[in-house]
């Protein structure tokens, strides 16, 4: 198993930055694909970003591109979620996860930090 934890979480004002961590441990070898979901009150969680360990491609859900980057320190076992632009809507407890296989479901969550951006 990979257990991961999420740190980085706070309130910003809209048009503001912040940078989530997510440092794994365990059998971090078996991981092929780190990814960022959200969940906003009421809503389903979503998918964010993802990072290919790799070779470092990366994939975002559009809402986002253009104003977050997904990147990975594989010496630290740690993947980051830059984000910029905040807005309001981008409040949401924001979860890592990570996936042994190329395509399917996550196998391993953190339990989320969270992160408010206010109008």
């Known amino acids: 198993q990979v257990q991961l934890v999420e740190s980085g979480g706070g309130l910003v004002q809209a048009g503001g930055s912040l940078r989530l961590s997510c440092a794994a441990s365990?059998?971090?070898?078996?991981?092929?694909?780190m990814g960022w979901f959200r969940q906003a009150p009421g809503k389903e969680r979503e998918f964010v970003a993802a990072?290919?360990?790799?070779?470092?491609?990366?994939y975002y859900t559009d809402s986002v591109k253009g104003r977050f980057t997904v990147s990975g320190d594989n010496a630290k076992n740690t993947v980051y979620l830059q984000m910029n632009s905040l807005k309001p809507g981008d409040t949401a407890v924001y979860y890592c996860?990570?996936?042994?296989?190329?395509?399917?479901?996550?196998?391993?969550w953190g339990q989320g930090t969270q992160v408010t951006v206010s109008s």
């Open positions: 996860a990570a996936r042994f296989t190329s395509y399917g479901d996550y196998d391993s």
């Open positions: 365990g059998r971090t070898d078996r991981t092929h694909t």
């Open positions: 990072i290919r360990w790799s070779d470092g491609r990366t």
